[in-house]
C-alpha cells in the first residue's frame, strides 16, 4: 500500500488549494480513505474522511463548507479542495487509508500513511 499526498504550498488567507493523494497497492474500493493534518506544536487531527464506494464523507466541524473531499476508485486519487483557507489551516497534510468490510466515512483506525505534504496560509 503506498499513499503520496501533493498540492501543498503558501497561499494568502481566503486562497483555495487542492491537495491530492495518489494511492496504489490496494483494491481502493475496499478502502476509506481520509486526510489529516498536524500543525505545529498540536496533535494530529483527523479533517476529513471518504468511504470506498457510497461517497458518504465526514469533515471536522472546522473545514465544514469550505473543504470538499472527492474519490475516483479507477484512477486511484483522492483529492481535498480547499477554499477560504485561514492561517490556522496551516500544517502538514497527510493522507491515510484504511481496508473496511462495510463502507464507511470514519477517520479512525486508520491502518497506513502517507508522507505529508506542507499548507501554510498567510494571514
Known amino acids: 500500500v503506498q499513499l503520496q499526498a501533493s498540492g501543498g504550498g503558501l497561499v494568502q488567507s481566503g486562497g483555495s488549494l487542492r491537495l491530492s493523494c495518489a494511492a496504489s497497492?490496494?483494491?481502493?474500493?475496499?478502502?476509506?480513505i481520509g486526510w489529516f493534518r498536524q500543525a505545529p506544536g498540536k496533535e494530529r487531527e483527523a479533517v476529513s474522511c471518504?468511504?470506498?464506494?457510497?461517497?458518504?464523507?465526514y469533515y471536522a466541524d472546522s473545514v465544514k463548507g469550505r473543504f470538499t473531499i472527492s474519490r475516483d476508485n479507477p484512477s486511484g486519487t483522492v483529492v481535498l479542495d480547499m477554499s477560504n483557507l485561514k492561517p490556522e489551516d496551516t500544517a502538514v497534510y497527510y493522507c491515510?487509508?484504511?481496508?473496511?468490510?462495510?463502507?464507511?466515512?470514519?477517520?479512525?483506525?486508520?491502518?497506513?500513511w502517507g508522507k505529508g505534504t506542507l499548507v501554510t496560509v498567510s494571514s
Open positions: 491515510a487509508s484504511k481496508y473496511t468490510i462495510v463502507p464507511n466515512p470514519a477517520c479512525d483506525a486508520m491502518s497506513y
Open positions: 471518504i468511504s470506498g464506494t457510497d461517497g458518504r464523507t
Open positions: 497497492g490496494f483494491i481502493m474500493k475496499t478502502y476509506s
